[in-house]
């Protein structure tokens, strides 16, 4: 099973900041079968990037994903007060789904 | 638009069985390429996947977990049910069904709202 750590556990930054998070797989993955997804609390976790960097249908483009093989990232480039929430990752081979541990944006 | 709705028992008792349903509305799982998963979330912990059923019916489970899981559709009812087996206080959490790759983008993109599940004796 691929195991995906995501880094830092804890962001803590400012509206307009700009947000850098990192996922690195435990083997190399298809980077189009990797996502990106936002959870807010007591809310379904919501499809931000797909394919490693293409943003989903209706979200801004301050978000955006980039990497490949083991490491991926999620840059969001100014941060908006509604941003701050906890962010996952997730792959998909060998007909199994992982999902990291998630990184929590603080203000 | 497209809409998902889990339920289930919100507790259930050690060594009993979990089954929760998803039921859709402004999609028939009869038309297209509609394939559905089961997600779960500990109190504050993270996601973890749990079985994927395919439009065709090819249907994939958590390693961890595929003892205990199954995962069946029925497009009758237009709705998809998961069945845990043996639970255990660790399974205590919110289920979620969610569809995947809906958009053709390999995500899970439509999520319900989520059943909290508890499990006490």
């Known amino acids: 099973e691929i195991v995906l750590t995501q880094s830092p556990g804890t962001l803590s930054l400012s509206p307009g900041e700009r947000a850098t998070l990192s996922c690195r797989a435990s083997?190399?993955?298809?980077?189009?079968?990797f996502a990106w997804y936002q959870q807010k609390p007591g809310q379904a976790p919501r499809l931000l990037i797909y394919?490693?960097?293409s943003r989903a249908t209706g979200i801004p483009d301050r978000f955006s994903g980039s990497g490949s093989g083991t490491d991926f990232t999620l840059t969001i480039s100014s941060l908006e007060p509604e941003d701050f929430a906890v962010y996952y990752c997730?792959?998909?081979?060998?007909?199994?789904?992982?999902f990291g541990q998630g990184t929590k944006l603080d203000i | 638009q497209i809409t998902l709705k889990e339920s289930g028992p919100s507790q259930v008792k050690p060594t009993q069985t979990l089954t929760l349903t998803c039921t859709f509305s402004?999609?028939?799982?009869?038309?297209?390429?509609?394939?559905v998963g089961w997600i779960r979330q500990p109190p504050g912990m993270a996601l973890e996947w749990l079985a994927l059923?395919?439009?065709?019916?090819?249907?994939f489970y958590s390693p961890s977990l595929k003892n205990r899981l199954t995962i069946t559709r029925d497009t009758s009812k237009n709705q998809v049910v998961l069945a845990l087996t043996n639970m255990a206080p660790v399974d205590t959490g919110t289920y979620y069904c969610?569809?995947?790759?809906?958009?053709?983008?390999?995500?899970?993109?439509?999520w319900g709202q989520g059943t909290n599940v508890t499990v006490s004796s």
């Open positions: 969610a569809l995947y790759d809906h958009g053709s983008n390999f995500g899970f993109d439509i």
């Open positions: 402004g999609l028939s799982l009869n038309n297209g390429r509609v394939n």
């Open positions: 059923v395919y439009w065709d019916n090819d249907k």
């Open positions: 083997q190399s993955i298809s980077s189009t079968y």
């Open positions: 394919s490693a960097s």
């Open positions: 997730q792959q998909y081979s060998n007909s199994a789904f992982t």
